[in-house]
């Protein structure tokens, strides 16, 4: 919760201070583009070290960075290049966070039973979206952006402690005597000659460039398109995280699913179509619904997605592979950047259905061409 409230918050302050979207989606590519770089040495730690272990030192340098910006907003010194600096600090921690959560779960669960885990797993942070950014909304609203960044610090601190409760995930006992070069080199010799799960890691770029780039253009929407201030803004971060959590509890009833390459390409070009509505929805109520629509199927694709690859890779190279695939998602502030740039030209409306055409165009491409992915 206090991570999807500090991002809200994040945007709404710098929204505030520069009224431009452009500075705005900076802001979020400074807190994701260190993951470009940065998630290859992640992953190789996270099959080198203990796990859980990893995924705690990464959740208490976001506490520290959490803490650092509530002092300087609570003390009126923030400026946009404090924001910045944070902002990559903390992609540098996600680098090494992202990696040891997604490799985490396969190794409690058993096989069959990992479709369910992740769609539980993702439930837990869709329905934290759902409930932190209205009260996100409020709390900026009543109090300003202060608090949001203390609560994201206590947060971060209370999941220190209830990971200390699950088991330790020690690395096989060579591990340590390997050159590390060579394991990632490796793990990109791996890829090649697995193809199929390459093109998952690759096509899960889709929903991570398209997520970021409309989060990014969401507080410029609730403030200069339907005009609902940050409670509405709050109600429709909120929206993607209840269309989320409506897609998960689906598919986490429905164990093994068949022809999940088709709920792949259909939830994308589901997901195109939304944004095209988004971009031209006159009216609070509908641009809500829309967002719900987002916010399924998106989730949708992530997390079948996510479980193919999860059950195709061998547990030795999951660090590295999952790595890869946090790079695909660091590279989502770039079309960021890019629709940004687009709406301070253009506007909202032509930026955000330009987004549109293009998520609806690349699985409309795969579904139509005969391709692998069909057939998972």
């Known amino acids: 919760m206090g991570e999807w409230m500090e991002m809200a918050a994040l945007l709404w302050l710098v929204n505030e201070m520069t009224n431009s979207p452009f500075t705005v989606t900076l ?9 470009i770089i940065f998630s290859f040495l992640g992953g190789l730690v996270v099959d080198r070290m203990n796990r859980r272990n990893v995924l705690i030192m990464a959740l208490l340098a976001s506490t520290l960075l959490s803490l650092v910006l509530f002092v300087l907003v609570h003390t009126g010194t923030v400026a946009i290049w404090n924001i910045l600096l944070i ?3 903390g992609g540098v921690a996600t680098s090494f966070n992202h990696p040891a959560r997604q490799t985490m779960v396969p190794n409690l669960v058993k096989r069959e039973h990992l479709m369910n885990a992740i769609s539980l797993d993702t439930t837990s942070v869709m329905a934290s979206r759902v409930i932190a950014t209205p009260i996100a909304g409020i709390l900026i609203q009543l109090f300003g952006v202060t608090p949001v960044f203390g609560l994201r610090a206590a947060g971060a601190g209370a999941a220190i402690i209830w990971l200390l409760f699950i088991p330790a995930m020690l690395p096989p006992e060579n591990t340590q005597k390997r050159n590390p070069l060579q394991d990632l080199k490796q793990g990109f010799s791996y890829l090649r000659q697995q193809p199929l799960i390459l093109g998952q890691v690759l096509f899960w770029g889709l929903p991570s460039l398209a ?29 993607t995280g209840l269309g989320s959590i409506t897609s998960l509890l689906t598919l986490a009833t429905k164990g093994q699913v068949r022809r999940r390459g088709l709920i792949m390409l259909a939830s994308g070009m589901g997901m195109g179509v939304a944004f095209l509505g988004f971009a031209y929805s006159p009216w609070f109520i509908s641009s809500v619904f829309l967002a719900i629509a987002i916010g399924a199927m998106n ?11 999860q059950e195709l890779i061998s547990d030795q190279m999951r660090g ?7 790079v695909m998602t660091g590279l989502g502030p770039a079309m960021s950047l890019m629709v940004g740039s687009a709406a301070e ?8 259905a330009g987004l549109g055409a293009v998520v609806l165009a690349i699985p409309l491409a795969l579904w139509l061409l005969p391709t692998r992915m069909k057939k998972i």
Do not use: C
Request: proline letters at 4%; hydrophobic letters at 50%; aromatic letters at 8%.
């Open 345 to 352: 030209i253009a506007g909202l409306t032509v930026a955000t």
């Open 27 to 35: 802001v979020n590519f400074a807190r994701m583009g260190p993951m």
């Open 320 to 326: 590295r592979v999952m790595s890869l695939r946090e």
């Open 87 to 89: 902002s990559v600090l």
């Open 211 to 239: 997520h970021a780039a409309f989060n990014g253009l969401l507080p410029a929407f609730s403030k200069d398109v339907l005009k609902v201030g940050p409670f509405g803004y709050g109600v429709l971060q909120a929206a």
């Open 299 to 309: 989730t949708s694709l992530t997390t079948v997605n996510n479980t193919i690859i």
